[in-house]
């Protein structure tokens, strides 16, 4: 079985700063996939980056940057020059290779202070 | 915009009085999920379909039914809902996990019920 643990439940940053969520994974599967999605109060889940398991570099996407440590079993998520619009919560997910289902982790509120 | 839309974004019912949800996708995407996300907890599975292979999570209570008429189409019945299923439900898409990728699901804007 898989789990995925936030042990974050919130956050509060200043605009402008740097944060990270942190996020640690269980699984038995060899092959698999990380995900983390962005949920706004609206309710809509938006992916923001993924980190494959045999992928030998961290995923970077804009702002996103995945810090991936595999020997650890952590795929904490780095959001840099944080952002009034990057309040909302997080989510950690999970994917074996070739499964259909994701697993999600608990979350983290993120709130961004001016 | 190619996108997944779930209709109604809000619904409120009546202990017991049955509600379907709905959700399409212009993806043309093979797997639709229903996700069930509960206030501050994360989204559980209930179930999915792969085509028209329908695929039910071990612990989805026989209260929620699904149907997928065809590829564009999901609905989500609440039988005889109860205080406790108030929650978002999340339709999902994504095409099938072959290979390797991401194979990222795509979200609708979820559809929020309340039980009264």
């Known amino acids: 079985a898989q789990k995925i643990t936030q042990t974050q439940p919130g956050m509060f940053v200043q605009e402008k700063e740097a944060v990270t969520l942190d996020c640690t994974y269980d699984?038995?599967?060899?092959?698999?996939?990380l995900f983390w999605y962005k949920q706004p109060s609206s309710g809509e889940m938006i992916f923001l980056i993924y980190q494959g398991s045999y992928d030998e570099q961290n995923a970077t996407e804009g702002r996103y940057s995945l810090n991936f440590q595999k020997a650890r079993k952590s795929a904490n998520l780095v959001i840099s020059a944080s952002q009034l619009g990057d309040s909302a919560m997080y989510f950690c997910a999970m994917r074996a290779q070739g499964a259909q289902k994701l697993v999600f982790g608990q979350g983290t509120r993120l709130t961004i202070n001016p | 915009d190619a996108m997944v839309i779930q209709n109604p974004r809000y619904q409120v019912t009546q202990f017991g009085k049955p509600v379907t949800l709905s959700c399409s996708q212009t993806l043309n995407h093979n797997v639709m999920y229903w996700y069930q996300q509960k206030s501050s907890q994360a989204p559980k599975l209930l179930f999915h379909y792969y085509d028209k292979d329908f695929n039910n999570e071990a612990d989805t209570p026989d209260n929620f039914q699904s149907r997928r008429p065809n590829t564009s189409f999901c609905f989500l019945d609440i039988r005889s809902p109860g205080l406790g299923d108030a929650a978002m439900y999340l339709c999902a898409t994504s095409i099938p996990p072959t290979g390797w990728g991401a194979n990222v699901l795509t979200f609708g804007a979820g559809s929020r019920l309340t039980v009264l």
């Open positions: 699984t038995s599967d060899q092959s698999y996939g």
